[in-house]
């Protein structure tokens, strides 16, 4: 006698059928570097602390004086 199958067992046998894994047997064509260069403009990231020194202000901070 099978045991009964319950409401998440049947919904991820759904998902499996709906979404079938892709062929990797073949790999794709390799990537040459100068493909991967960005060619668009950016700009830099601004500094996190501000341009303070945070860590000669956390050991003032804490030297007990």
């Known amino acids: 006698m ?3 199958r319950g409401r998440h ?3 991820a046998g759904q998902e499996r059928r709906q979404h079938a894994l892709p062929d990797f047997t073949h790999l794709p064509e390799p990537v ?3 493909d991967t260069v960005t060619t668009q ?3 830099p990231a601004p500094d996190p602390q501000g341009g303070r020194d945070t860590e000669t202000e956390f050991v003032l901070r804490n030297a007990g004086f």
Do not use: H, S
């Open 2 to 4: 099978g045991r009964r």
């Open 9 to 11: 067992e049947r919904r």
């Open 32 to 34: 040459r570097i100068a």
């Open 41 to 43: 403009e950016v700009d």
